[in-house]
């Protein structure tokens, strides 16, 4: 095969169709039952060759420096691997920061599929997500993509029936979240309403957009919500919208709402741009 010089990957971010914390491990985390989709707002993520191991982030506030998830794949990639080289990574982010959508952790795990690549060495799927697990619980699933459920700490991943064509409104107000603020305010005992997975898996089979969107869930919405309002009203302004169902991804603050066909989904972004509660407004589609 040619020697490649150059690798571009695109690194899907992600939502959660549902999320619910079902207990404690050992580890002191917290238990996870989710159902994870990608979607087709991406990072692009560039590599070359170098003798160096170089990170820009052109015009993204996100500091390129050894704390980023991209350098740490890297690093991980040629700790493992026992690779003498470098690299020149260039990520074009588009992914809200802090925003429950797995931002940093695509990016990792698209460096280490691109530097496989770009120095031909054909590291299994497998082994990828477990060097990534170590960067992050997001990063394995990154790796696999598609539709899965994911259990444990998200690193127990199993794939399933890719869900059928969705039209999805993505809205991040302007408050960032921090994850582990969340899952330690988080009280198990004071869990309503659970999400039933087995019943978003069997809709998801059934190839039914309206009963995937109505099975949906996240428990995290019992902290996050209350902290941040925002997050409720631009629910309710998806659902006055023509949304099937909207909820929060992952800790939030990012708000989906799932919609019946393009133009329901373009009038509701024109409505959402216009009254200014949430500045980063996408529309996106599923990436299976
Ligand atoms: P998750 O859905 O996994 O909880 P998130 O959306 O909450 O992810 P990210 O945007 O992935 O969070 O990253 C949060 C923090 O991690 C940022 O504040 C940033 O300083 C740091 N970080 C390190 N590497 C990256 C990266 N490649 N992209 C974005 N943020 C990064």
Request: charged fraction near 15%; hydrophobic fraction near 45%; proline fraction near 5%.
């Amino acid at each position: 095969m040619a020697r490649l010089n150059c690798v571009t990957v695109l690194a899907p971010a992600k939502l959660n169709l549902a999320l619910d914390v079902v207990g404690l491990l050992p580890s002191g985390y917290h238990d996870l039952d989710m159902t994870m989709q990608a979607i087709t707002l991406y990072e692009r993520v560039v590599l070359r060759r170098s003798p160096y191991l170089n990170l820009r982030l052109p015009g993204s506030l996100v500091a390129p420096n050894n704390k980023n998830t991209a350098i740490k794949a890297a690093l991980a990639f040629f700790d493992y691997t026992g690779l003498l080289a470098g690299v020149d990574i260039t990520i074009y982010k588009n992914t809200p920061v802090r925003a429950g959508m797995a931002g940093g952790s695509t990016d990792a795990a698209s460096t280490m599929f691109g530097v496989n690549r770009l120095f031909g060495l054909n590291l299994s799927m497998g082994k990828m997500m477990e060097l990534g697990v170590r960067l992050g619980a997001d990063v394995p699933y990154c790796v696999m993509r598609g539709t899965a459920l994911a259990e444990g700490i998200g690193e127990k991943l199993t794939r399933i029936t890719p869900v059928p064509h969705m039209w999805i409104l993505i809205a991040k107000p302007q408050i960032n979240v921090s994850t582990r603020l969340v899952y330690e305010q988080l009280d198990m005992g004071g869990i309503q309403k659970h999400p039933d997975i087995d019943g978003i898996i069997r809709a998801i089979e059934a190839q039914d957009v309206v009963r995937i969107a109505q099975s949906m869930g996240n428990v995290l919405e019992n902290v996050t919500v209350p902290l941040y309002p925002v997050i409720e009203t631009i629910k309710q302004d998806m659902l006055s919208h023509g949304a099937i169902n909207a909820m929060m991804s992952g800790s939030g603050p990012t708000v989906f709402g799932i919609f019946p066909d393009e133009q329901t989904t373009l009038a509701c972004q024109a409505f959402l741009k216009k009254k200014g509660d949430a500045r980063q407004v996408y529309i996106t589609e599923n990436f299976n």
